[in-house]
């Protein structure tokens, strides 16, 4: 008998994946996407060509979109403490050595706890639709 699969805490939006299958191809292999527990990086995850990133002991693995791996900070998951995430695009350009999701497009983690000050409902989620799309 096999061992029950854990269910994968994060999702995509249908951009994101689109975002995520065109850079894969672009660079021949998976990326992988790292949440730290920063004090810069907030709702934005890293997103690295995989194996780029060590992982350690302190890293989460939530789930794959795609088959590119995405991990959190443990200290950062028990901070936020949601059930579930969604990876999206969002207009910019990334942060520090991320790989954007193309041309003047960087990927961003939403949950309800990951809203922004300056801008209260741009990480606003409605659960429903979105969250139900693996």
């Keep these: 008998m096999s061992e029950p699969r854990a269910l ?10 689109n975002a995520i299958r ?5 660079r021949g292999g998976p990326v992988m996407f790292i949440q730290s527990g920063g004090c810069c990086a907030g709702s ?3 997103c690295f060509p995989a194996g780029e990133f060590l992982i350690g002991d302190i890293d989460v ?7 590119c791996p995405f991990y959190i ?3 950062l998951d028990q901070a936020w403490h949601q059930e579930q995430f969604l990876l999206d695009v ?3 350009e990334p942060e520090d050595f991320s790989l ?22 741009e990480n606003a989620l409605s659960f429903k639709s979105e969250w139900s799309t693996p």
């Design 44 to 46: 934005t995850p890293m």
């Design 8 to 17: 994968a805490r994060i999702t995509a939006t249908p951009a994101a994946r």
């Design 73 to 75: 900070d443990k200290r």
């Design 22 to 26: 065109l850079l894969c191809a672009a």
């Design 100 to 121: 954007p999701a193309g041309d003047n497009l960087h990927f961003v983690t939403r949950s309800p706890t990951c809203v922004s000050p300056s801008a209260p409902n």
């Design 90 to 92: 969002a207009p910019g």
């Design 61 to 67: 693995l939530l789930g794959e979109i795609g088959g």
